[in-house]
């Protein structure tokens, strides 16, 4: 099979799918978290239809599946590949300004005027793409390609399948989620009815990564309630819960995200305010590990429990929730999902990356949802923030892996 990406094509449907302002809001207690995403979604759904995929379904929620029945490749798993319609909080997705830039070294300028500049030393991966186009923002809102590259490739690589009959492929279900950037994208997804026995999530970095592994993650809520007395009589009597929660910082390991790395789990405060009567600690906990994970919670309420024996019942509680938990308990059983990717990669001359990573994914509760989903690379770097750049090349890449996947027999 001779795959050939239309570069101009696939580049104009990015940009598409970008003129969109998706921007998911963590303050909204609905789904979608903003109804904007419903303008990309219903944009997709018209295009899934127009291309021949079938049972195209756009629900409430701002969840939309399709799928393309298998033409030759009967027999095979059903494979399923998902992205995020949303873009971050973080920094404004409106009026994305998008440039193609022929990257030849040293640093982009984003904005000459304000002096908005891509960096070369702040972010030394740029080098990997000397030669290579680059499109880069204009220095005042993000790209979008996290994840609407992923979105562009799925539907490139759908479009490509529905013009080559004569190419032979399984069942393919393609999904788009609302909300993914604030924790929210797997919630409703409807594993039964997306109907994949495994999927791909299209929303990694840098070309070759593949991703199987994530943190176990909890956040931890600690109260600290003092005794306010008058600052003149207070000998004896008064606690300061703001001390109190200083100390009980001074107790946790000292494993952070800046002195971290690879495997290592950390605590990480996020938010601290008090006053004498009443404080209040705010951290999440990640770890690899199910087993170091449990006890890093359990540090969490021993440390509790341990203050209060010192300064009175009550006087600190601690409220540990879970989050999600490392998808590689639910993929080892079945690697060769992983190694079919692998193997995809290498086939289009991508070095596959294989890493755990610091962070979760929509993957990672899809996976406890019944569907193993491990988390390929859609190409783009610096995330959530206006240095936000995407190589032409990976955008092609990610596309010819996606095709790749789906036109392989898989080997169990
Ligand atoms: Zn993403």
Do not use: W
Request: charged share 25%; aromatic share 8%.
């Amino acid at each position: 099979m001779n795959i050939r990406i239309d570069k101009d094509r696939i580049v104009e449907r990015f940009k598409r799918y970008i003129a969109i302002d998706t921007q998911s809001s963590e303050t909204s207690e609905t789904t979608p978290s903003t109804e904007k995403q419903f303008d990309l979604a219903r944009l997709l759904e018209k295009e899934m239809k127009e291309m021949g995929l079938q049972e195209v379904s756009l629900d409430e929620h701002c969840y939309l599946m399709g799928t393309l029945p298998a033409n030759g490749l009967e027999g095979q798993p059903r494979i399923g590949f998902v992205s995020h319609m949303d873009t971050s909080p973080d920094m404004s997705g409106q009026g994305i300004n998008p440039r193609i830039v022929q990257y030849e070294g040293g640093d982009i300028v984003l904005d000459e005027k304000e002096g908005i500049v891509l960096s070369a030393e702040t972010f030394p991966e740029l080098e990997f793409y000397k030669g290579q186009e680059v499109m880069v923002t204009d220095g005042h809102t993000l790209l979008a390609a996290d994840d609407k590259a992923g979105i562009a490739e799925i539907m490139e690589a759908m479009q490509y399948l529905t013009e080559h009959p004569e190419i032979k492929h399984g069942e393919i279900k393609i999904g788009f989620t609302p909300d993914e950037e604030i924790g929210r994208g797997a919630d409703l997804f409807d594993v039964k009815k997306f109907g994949a026995d495994f999927a791909y999530t299209m929303d990694g970095g840098q070309i070759g990564e593949l991703e199987y592994e994530n943190f176990n993650a909890a956040a931890a809520t600690i109260t600290f309630k003092g005794l306010n007395v008058h600052p003149g009589s207070a000998k004896g009597k008064m606690i300061n819960a703001m001390l109190l929660a200083m100390e009980y910082n001074g107790y946790l390991p000292t494993a952070r995200p800046d002195n971290t790395e690879g495997y290592e789990g950390f605590y990480h405060l996020i938010s601290m305010s008090g006053t004498v009567e009443e404080a209040t600690l705010q951290y999440i906990l990640r770890d690899h590990d199910r087993e170091l994970f449990e006890l890093q919670k359990s540090c969490i309420q021993e440390t509790a429990k341990r203050m209060c024996e010192l300064y009175g019942e009550g006087r600190v509680i601690a409220e540990v929730k879970d989050q999600y938990y490392n998808m590689r308990e639910v993929v080892e059983p079945v690697m060769y999902v992983v190694r079919h990717a692998e193997e995809a990669m290498k086939a289009v001359g991508v070095e596959p990356k294989i890493g755990p990573i610091r962070g979760g994914t929509d993957g990672s509760k899809l996976s406890f949802m019944g569907l193993p989903c491990p988390n390929i690379f859609a190409g783009g770097h610096n995330f959530h923030g206006r240095y936000e750049y995407l190589p032409i090349n990976n955008l092609i890449k990610a596309t010819e892996v996606i095709l790749k996947i789906v036109t392989t027999p898989v080997e169990k």
